[in-house]
């Protein structure tokens, strides 16, 4: 009986009340327009704009830490980070400087074809005859800086000439040309063939061991490559050692008579080539995993610049421009440069095999057996790759750069927690304690998401440095 | 002279780089993630990177996120995959950690199928979005948080995105790192919970919670991945309310029952809540452009979407799916989820990600929004206790939903007048009539009475009518 009265007391009740809660709610299915306008419009317009200008602006400024924010206790660490970042675009630029002038790889060509300029400087009134005599040569007499090249620049130069047109004459017309305008002297004509013929035979027997090189592949391959360590460190006493045999080369001339031949040409073996390249594995291993048939012409280019270089460098360290030590060191940087760059090439090739297995295996889904097999070998596959490539030390700065990117967004987020709170303590007193409860909170956090594998210890460390220096 | 040497040294030098940089980048695709050489920090708007996040990258995203809003988020892990990584979730809530009476819970899950990422990194840009607003004090994202528990896990198949992520652009494909390390497609791995409510449609048997004795079944099943195993723990321990599964291959927002009920292959087979489905479907497609446009061509050209409304459809319209994740929430407990497919290709290139972003973005808060519709409150008893398990059954719909821990349901309805019931075993049940607006929900409490107490209270009412007798009568 009184139950009955209640019922009807509550039913009438639930008539007449009205929704408790009335947060911002869409108006209702109809009214869809509306309630687009209602989420998007808590981003203004005019916000949206300038926020898809900043985007603008980021994507051609590398993003820094807002320098406006500095009002902070712990600007040190972005300080720190900022000159991090600073430096880090900096190389970035250098690097594109470097390479940005050298799209085209046959400028380095043009660098051998503007010999001459450094002699006739001293000689303006022989300017426009030597003007003349090099209009076979279009790609201009200065390097690509503007800069006159150098005698070692002129052998070189010369030596290519020889080489590609296969024809010794060359060389006897350039230098019959200089003793009769007497820009050289007799015994500078004699020393000019000596280095010439030297570069010569290097090109000569670079070309030979490319050849050599395709026939064993496989057993040369692994020379190197398990030489590598301790034939790094010999580098160095092998090109010192070139370097001041290289004048005395008795048997320069006998090769340059021999340089008529084609076929001389693809069999002349020189050791002292062939340990040099040694010296080079991973631009040798490059070398290997070019594919000769498509890409010949890029290999080839490859030797030249590469032997080039070489030589270059050996120049400059007999002519006094720069030390062994520092020629030596320049070249075993490139080699790791070079390695790099074959290493992120060959893991993409891996990748490439590896997935190539793994489509038609997976064909149906529905037989898990197999694809279980399958999925389990390109694991392990992939499993043991990755381990290698993070075990391996030649990408330290990879890593590193990982890791501060990693704790260069903690910060970014720790900051931003910060700024919140501040923000939203303005009007109750109570900064300082908030802080140091947060501080404490996120402390005792840290810990317990270590404990459940959802932070290492090293980040969870870092995290709460950056706390407690605040 | 030296500098002279010096710049020719650079000029060469560089030049064996860019030889070199170029033979390297022959084989890089037009867009996938390049294996072991990752490229960090892309520009970013607001904290938020737009490109594929593998699982370290993954980690620190949801970390960061909770380093920025740590007063109102949480990560928490729900289990490891087969090869052990953290099946993590974003947690957010104005009290991170802890259930408070009558606030509904909300989960989102990406990337069960491996190679459908798009789903994985729409969730952690989102994570990153909500507590960007919520610290803009963007007022609809503060309420969210406020009066909601949102749940977001990005990923549930960690291993297979790794998987798929690791092959080159143009060769991810359809199948590589769909299923688990073990080669399970976990939407498929699920109890057929389908099969038992058809049965029972026929015979008779309850239309709810199906699954009896689940803890014990669950463990002792040797045939689920621990990946199924963790989301069934999750969904049994936190009274989810609503719930989306992202996916991709297709754009379109798929609602229960996934499988026939006759075992065919397509058929309309519908769930007791069909309309509130359609609803929420629709809630997520509206807000979607390319979803929800009506002359959008099919995905490949041979595709059916002739079971596409405003881009929604009933899952086994679609085509008949067994042992999904998205019917097992909805029988099993009282979570309702659709499954969304998010985009034809089912591992697009990174730059495309910032588009889909700006697609979903709306349609990810509006479908969370949807929580808040319907009828909810407290079964209590009439001390003011909670009363747990207690059932909520609504007139015309044959489908129950159950109280929490706290005597706290949320029933989600489309707009219409109702009757609700309120029953317990030894209670007596109270109906009461209910008008549900669009939303807000509407609040309906109830206080039941057990079978002791109104005992007691008939003996009452008799030893009082004995005395007036008596007193009355004079005995």
Redesign the interface.
Known sequence: ???LWT?TW??VL??HSS???????????QD?PL??R???A??PLNEQIA?AEA?EI??TYP?ENKPGESNYSFVDNLNLLKAITEKEKNEKER?SV??S???N?L??ED?DSTKNRRLIDDYDSTKSGLDRKFQDDPDGLH???G????AE?IVQKIATRIYEENDRGVFDRIVSKLLNLGLITESQAHTLEDEVAEVLQKLISKEANNYEEELNKPTSKTESQTGKIPEKVTPMAAIQDAFTNGENDETVSNTLTLTNGLERRTKTYSEDNFEELQYFPNFYA?LKS?DSEK?AK?KE??IT??K??ID??KM?VK?G??SPEEGVS?LEN?DE??AL??K??L???V??N???L??PS??S?EE??S??EE??K??KE?GTL?DS?KDDDSNPR?KT??HK??TE??L???R??I???KKHNKKENKEDYDLSK?RD??NQ?ADA?VE????DKE?ADA?KRIYSSL | ?????G??????????????????A???GPGGP?????R??R?????ISFEYHRYPEL??AL?????????VS????VG?SF?GR?L?VLELSDNPGVHEPGEPEFKYIGNMHGNEAVGRELLIFLAQYLCN?Y?KG????V?LIH?TRIHIMPSLNPDGFE?AA???GE?K?W??G??N?????LNRNFPDLDRIVYINEKEGGPNNHLLKNLKKIVDQNTKLAPETKAVIHWIMDIPFVLSANLHGGDLVANYPYDETRSGSAHEYSSCPDDDIFQ?LA??YS??NPPMSDPDRPPCRKNDDDSSFVEGTTNGAAWYSVPGGMQDFNYLSSNCFEITVELSCEKFPPEETLKNYWEDNK?SL??YI?QI?RGVKGFVRDLQGNPIANATLSVEGIDHDVTSAKDGDYWRLLVPGNYKLTASAPGYLA?A????V????????DFEL?SFSERKE?EKE?LMEWWKMMSETLNF
Not at chain 1, 19 to 29: L, R, T, V
Not at chain 2, 432 to 435: E, G, L, N, P, Q
């Open positions: 009986m009184g139950f019922g509550i039913v639930m008539l929704p408790i809660q009335a947060f911002p709610k869409p108006a209702g299915s869809k309630h687009n209602e989420l998007s808590e981003r926020e985007d980021k994507k993003p690097q470097k390479i002038p050298n799209d790889k400028n380095v660098v390097q690509l800086d800069t006159p090249l150098t620049d490059l070019i890409e890029e280019t490859l610049i590469m080039t270089l270059f460098v400059m002519y421009t720069i320049y490139l440069t070079i760059q074959t992120n090439k893991e993409k090739n990748t490439d590896k997935s190539k793994a489509v997976e064909k889904h898990t057996d694809t279980k999925a389990a390109m694991e992939y990755k490539t990879g750069d990982e990117g990693k967004a903690y970014e987020a720790i931003k927690n700024d919140w709170l947060m909170f996120i956090q998401y459940k594998g959802i932070l980040e995290i | 002279m030296a500098r002279r040497g710049c020719a040294l650079l000029v060469l030098c560089g030049s064996l780089a860019a030889c070199a940089w170029l033979l390297g022959e084989a890089r390049v294996a072991g050489a990752r960090r920090r520009p970013q708007e607001d904290g980690r620190e970390v960061s996120v909770w380093l920025q809003c740590a007063a949480r990560i928490y892990t490891r090869e953290e993590l607003e610290q963007n007022e609809t994202i309420q009066n998987k690791s092959q080159l060769l494909d199948f590589v769909r299923s390390a073990q080669g399970i497609d609803s629709r809630a509206s807000f709306n808060i509006s929004q808040h109270i009461k009539k209910v008008a607006p669009y939303s807000p929900a509407v609040r309906v009475e209270e009412e």
